[in-house]
């Protein structure tokens, strides 16, 4: 998964240092006027903001309209009921009082960041794998995969759009941020030695290239099932 942060209040700034150490990927931007900009590229599977960023409610119908899909969370001091109303009725999905431990912000992120993927609990079951998405870790039956972050990532976010065709470009932004992005062919070397990492289920689920298009992670298992109960 990976957050867009405005960092533009002391708790902001904790609470993407939080959302690091949990081990998501962020984004962090320093000022409203990046916000739009960061948020439109739909990157990020959620965009976090300070209230004090939205000085009328149009601009959070503009972040929404730019992205229906991406939640949207507002971090508010002390926030009144009306205020509260007032957000969720413009877009946002979720409103935290700055108040709240930064535990339990976390928490209260990652949950509605799976939850826009269909997902209620932090477990990915994908054919024949199991992805744990708070320990960031992948299972197949008995066995934890030997992932490196940066393949674990790329997994994670094809498994969560499984079925659906990928960008290379969407993949890059998303498992990069912008930032450090490797040279086209290293990107290739990631691709690969995941696939061999899942050779062992190759019938059940493989990672497909389209090529000009990006990738799409099909799962085979299912249907097998449904052929043989079929015959």
């Not at 197949?140 to 759009?161: C, D, H, N, Q, W």
Request: glycine share 6%; aromatic share 4%; with cysteine.
């Amino acid at each position: 998964m990976r957050y867009l942060i405005a960092e533009t209040s002391w708790k902001l700034v904790s609470l993407s240092k939080a959302v690091a150490d949990s081990g998501t990927l962020r984004t962090r931007c320093e000022s409203g006027e990046e916000i739009e900009d960061y948020h439109s590229t739909g990157a990020q599977d959620l965009t976090v903001i300070d209230a004090g960023l939205l000085q009328r409610h149009s601009a959070l119908s503009r972040l929404r309209e730019l992205q229906p899909a991406t939640p949207i969370c507002i971090v508010a001091r002390k926030p009144r009921p009306e205020q509260i109303a007032a957000w969720l009725t413009s877009g946002a999905d979720m409103v935290i009082d700055e108040a709240t431990p930064l535990p339990e912000m976390v928490a209260r992120l990652a949950s509605v960041a799976r939850r826009a993927h269909g997902i209620a609990q932090p477990l990915l079951e994908c054919g024949p794998l199991s992805l744990d998405l708070e320990a960031r870790r992948v299972h197949m039956g008995t066995v934890t995969l030997s992932l490196s972050p940066k393949l674990y990532e790329i997994l994670e976010f094809l498994a969560l759009r499984s079925g659906r065709l990928a960008s290379r470009e969407a993949l890059l932004n998303h498992v990069y941020g912008f930032e450090n992005e490797p040279a086209p062919r290293v990107f290739d070397v990631y691709m690969c030695n995941l696939r061999t990492h899942l050779n062992g289920v190759a019938e059940a689920l493989r990672i497909d290239t389209v090529r000009g298009s990006g990738y799409r992670l099909e799962v085979t298992e299912r249907r097998k099932a449904l052929r043989a109960l079929a015959a």
